[in-house]
């Protein structure tokens, strides 16, 4: 089925869910998007399809990874997945931003649309925030709150503690009690609908209680226009929390079996060949094995920014040697520690930077590898 959205609507995108601990910790207040601050980011669809994340200025992307049970295809969606999608976290996660990813609601069998989007996008649980974008358009179930209430609890069961945040729009004022003090919101709420940048102070900041706010689908960043600017009420260790509540990088509790993949082919005379499966990026390959840099990669469109499950990726060689008397750089907008790093041949885990966190840096700071 063709999606029936022609273009985005004015609160057309996503829902979060809350860990109730953090319910105080995020009720800060609105800053720019600077060190000890709240975050300003942005979301992403298959209306975006080919963002150049990694140059766009944000501390975070959310990425739209699923529809339904799959049964839409629309732009770069394909039964129901966002084939961009890897492409878009594996760019986020490569220039240092925080990451989410969420679930566009079709209003089938709750706990269906749950397995499908965990068992499409299981590898980036635990790492970034997940969401569940709930909305009129598409949706049948819109108004049924025991609907969202399955769908949270089967994503809970499945991850081993993960509770998405919930993202709604007009609605935002009658999400039941029960709903609002278990799962961190996300409300799509806009003063108008001019173009504007970020805003430290958006309209109506925290009258629901959000842990996060969509204040514009009309937004201009340096890479896309228009876009939807977002503003998190917390800083990075807060958003971390929310993704990984427990502290475990595995589920506690197994979850349903996943179709059968492809099996690894072993790896050739000349480095490395895999058969990528959903939630896999290059980037994170080329960490596991220590096989930089990613233009050694090879991927069977011939662009090392896309490729899909089941395709075959390769790696050529060995790691290049890094210079024993390490390098340094003054960062500029839109550099990366990882890019910087990989094209001489480092590892970011050999880098340093002044906050002495690899993934917090901003212009003018210098960044040394040895």
Same mark, same amino acid.
């Not at 720019?32 to 942005?42: C, E, F, I, N, W």
């Not at 809970?156 to 919101?185: F, H, K, M, Q």
């Given at each position: 089925?063709?999606? /029936?959205?022609d273009?985005?609507?004015?609160?057309?995108? *996503? +829902? &979060?869910?809350?860990? !109730?601990?953090?319910?105080?910790a995020?009720?800060?207040m609105?800053?720019?998007?600077?060190?000890?601050?709240?975050?300003?980011?942005?979301?992403?669809?298959?209306?975006?399809?080919?963002?150049?994340?990694?140059?766009?200025q944000?501390?975070?992307v959310?990425?739209? !990874?699923?529809?339904?049970?799959?049964?839409?295809?629309? /732009?770069?969606l394909?039964?129901?997945?966002n !084939?961009?999608? @890897?492409?878009?976290?594996?760019?986020?996660?490569?220039?240092?931003?925080? &990451?989410?990813?969420?679930?566009?609601?079709m209003?089938?069998n709750?706990?269906?649309?749950?397995?499908? &989007?965990?068992?499409? $996008?299981? @590898?980036y649980?635990?790492?970034?925030i997940v969401?569940?974008?709930?909305?009129?358009?598409?949706?049948?179930?819109?108004? @049924?709150?025991?609907?969202? *209430?399955?769908?949270?609890?089967?994503?809970?069961? +499945?991850?081993?503690?993960?509770?998405?945040?919930?993202?709604?729009?007009?609605?935002?004022?009658?999400?039941?009690?029960?709903?609002? /003090?278990r799962y961190?919101?996300?409300?799509?709420? =806009?003063?108008?609908?001019?173009? $504007?940048? =970020?805003?430290?102070?958006p309209?109506?900041?925290?009258? #629901?209680?959000?842990?996060?706010?969509?204040y514009?689908?009309?937004? +201009?960043?340096? !890479?896309?226009?228009?876009?939807?600017?977002?503003i &998190?009420?917390?800083?990075?260790?807060?958003?971390? +929390? =929310?993704? @990984?509540? $427990?502290?475990?990088?595995?589920?506690?509790?197994?979850?349903?079996?996943?179709?059968?993949?492809?099996?690894?082919?072993?790896?050739?005379?000349?480095?490395?060949?895999?058969?990528?499966?959903?939630?896999?990026?290059?980037?994170?390959?080329?960490?596991?094995?220590?096989?930089?840099?990613?233009?050694?990669?090879?991927?069977?469109?011939?662009?090392?920014?896309? =490729? #899909?499950v089941g395709?075959?990726?390769? #790696?050529?060689?060995?790691?290049?040697?890094?210079?024993? $008397?390490?390098?340094?750089k003054?960062?500029?907008?839109g550099?990366?520690?990882?890019?910087?790093?990989?094209?001489h041949g #480092?590892?970011?885990?050999?880098?340093?930077?002044?906050?002495g966190?690899?993934?917090?840096y901003?212009?003018?700071?210098?960044?040394?590898? *040895?």
């Amino acid at each position: 089925m063709v999606n /029936n959205k022609d273009k985005p609507k004015p609160w057309h995108k *996503r +829902l &979060f869910a809350k860990v !109730t601990a953090l319910a105080a910790a995020v009720c800060m207040m609105l800053l720019p998007a600077t060190a000890h601050a709240d975050m300003q980011g942005v979301d992403v669809s298959n209306w975006q399809c080919g963002i150049d994340i990694a140059n766009t200025q944000a501390d975070f992307v959310v990425v739209g !990874t699923t529809w339904g049970t799959g049964q839409v295809n629309n /732009n770069c969606l394909v039964s129901g997945v966002n !084939t961009d999608a @890897n492409r878009m976290i594996a760019q986020a996660q490569a220039s240092g931003k925080k &990451f989410g990813l969420y679930h566009y609601a079709m209003g089938g069998n709750p706990e269906a649309e749950a397995q499908f &989007f965990y068992r499409n $996008t299981s @590898n980036y649980w635990h790492h970034g925030i997940v969401a569940l974008d709930w909305e009129l358009d598409d949706n049948p179930a819109f108004g @049924n709150w025991d609907w969202v *209430r399955r769908f949270m609890a089967e994503c809970e069961r +499945l991850s081993g503690g993960v509770r998405p945040l919930l993202y709604t729009g007009p609605v935002a004022g009658t999400i039941p009690s029960d709903i609002r /003090n278990r799962y961190g919101l996300w409300i799509a709420q =806009y003063a108008n609908m001019n173009p $504007t940048g =970020y805003q430290a102070n958006p309209w109506m900041i925290g009258a #629901y209680g959000e842990a996060m706010r969509q204040y514009s689908g009309n937004g +201009l960043v340096n !890479t896309w226009s228009p876009i939807d600017l977002n503003i &998190f009420r917390g800083e990075a260790w807060q958003w971390d +929390l =929310y993704a @990984n509540p $427990t502290g475990s990088t595995a589920p506690s509790k197994p979850a349903p079996a996943a179709p059968a993949q492809p099996s690894t082919p072993p790896a050739n005379t000349n480095g490395i060949s895999h058969v990528m499966q959903w939630g896999e990026t290059i980037w994170g390959l080329a960490v596991a094995n220590n096989a930089w840099p990613l233009s050694a990669w090879h991927t069977p469109s011939g662009d090392i920014n896309r =490729y #899909y499950v089941g395709d075959v990726v390769t #790696y050529g060689g060995p790691t290049a040697p890094a210079s024993s $008397t390490g390098v340094s750089k003054v960062l500029q907008w839109g550099d990366t520690v990882w890019d910087f790093a990989t094209s001489h041949g #480092y590892s970011v885990s050999r880098c340093t930077v002044p906050s002495g966190n690899i993934n917090v840096y901003y212009p003018g700071d210098v960044v040394t590898c *040895r």
